[in-house]
């Protein structure tokens, strides 16, 4: 079966500090990956997706960016931290084989706090 | 582009009472539609999803949903609230062919009230 792992569960980073955000899949091949950022009250926002290794789509300029450096990781990075960077991060994947059906599998979440 | 939205980003029922919540959908090509809930600090988990088939889709924990073409609706229902659905309810769907991206909705947060 499929498992998905996002670490470090909790983060508390001082502004200006980098980041670094990892999760990784088990029991699949070549998934679609996502990061997501949920903010108070404000929704799901899909931050960055990627189809393959090295091959990241962008949703939303902004001070992070995101790598895929094997099959079934994907980092979440920022050079310098905002205040507004705080949030809870999710990570999802999707199966590309043929029996598509879109759906996602979501990771248990960073929750991220920028002080 | 795909929209989906949900009616009320608040909702409260009393234990035992009917849950419904609301979903609409934009696209004129009837996408897969799925219901997510998300207890706190902890990720999405799929409730039930309809693709094609039986527009009346049974879920877990109780709950169905209807996929209703003519009204572009997707709404979730569980006839008897129980105090463990308090919880934050997506609606998402498909953004179309060639597109691996699931348009989500604003969310739905249930409260139950004993």
């Known amino acids: 079966s499929q498992t998905i792992h996002q670490w470090p569960a909790t983060l508390v980073q001082p502004v200006g500090s980098p980041l670094s955000l990892e999760c990784t899949v088990e029991?699949?091949?070549?998934?679609?990956l996502y990061w997501y950022r949920q903010a108070a009250g404000r929704g799901l926002q899909l931050l960055f997706y990627?189809?393959?290794?090295?091959?990241i789509s962008s949703e939303v300029p902004q001070n992070l960016s995101a790598s895929r450096p094997q099959d079934r990781q994907f980092i979440l990075s920022s050079k310098k931290l905002l205040l507004s960077d705080s949030g809870f991060y999710l990570c999802?994947?999707?199966?590309?084989?043929?029996?598509?059906?879109?759906?996602?599998?979501f990771g248990p979440g960073t929750r991220l706090t920028v002080t | 582009a795909q929209s989906v939205t949900q009616l009320g980003s608040h909702v409260s029922v009393s234990e035992g009472a009917l849950v419904l919540l609301r979903c609409n959908y934009s696209?004129?090509?009837?996408?897969?539609l799925f219901w997510y809930v998300q207890y706190p600090n902890q990720g999405l988990q799929l409730l039930l999803k309809?693709?094609?088939?039986?527009?009346l889709v049974k879920g877990i924990n109780g709950f169905e949903a209807e996929f209703k073409k003519s009204e572009t609706s997707f709404h979730l229902t569980k006839p008897s609230a129980h105090m463990s659905d308090a919880a934050e309810y997506f609606c998402?769907?498909?953004?179309?062919?060639?597109?691996?991206?699931?348009?989500f909705g604003k969310g739905t947060k249930l409260s139950v009230i004993p």
């Open positions: 999802a994947w999707t199966s590309r084989g043929q029996l598509i059906n879109y759906e996602q599998y």
């Open positions: 029991g699949t091949s070549n998934p679609n």
């Open positions: 990627s189809v393959g290794i090295g091959q």
């Open positions: 696209s004129s090509v009837p996408p897969y």
């Open positions: 309809y693709t094609t088939g039986a527009t």
């Open positions: 998402a769907a498909s953004s179309g062919a060639g597109s691996y991206q699931l348009t």
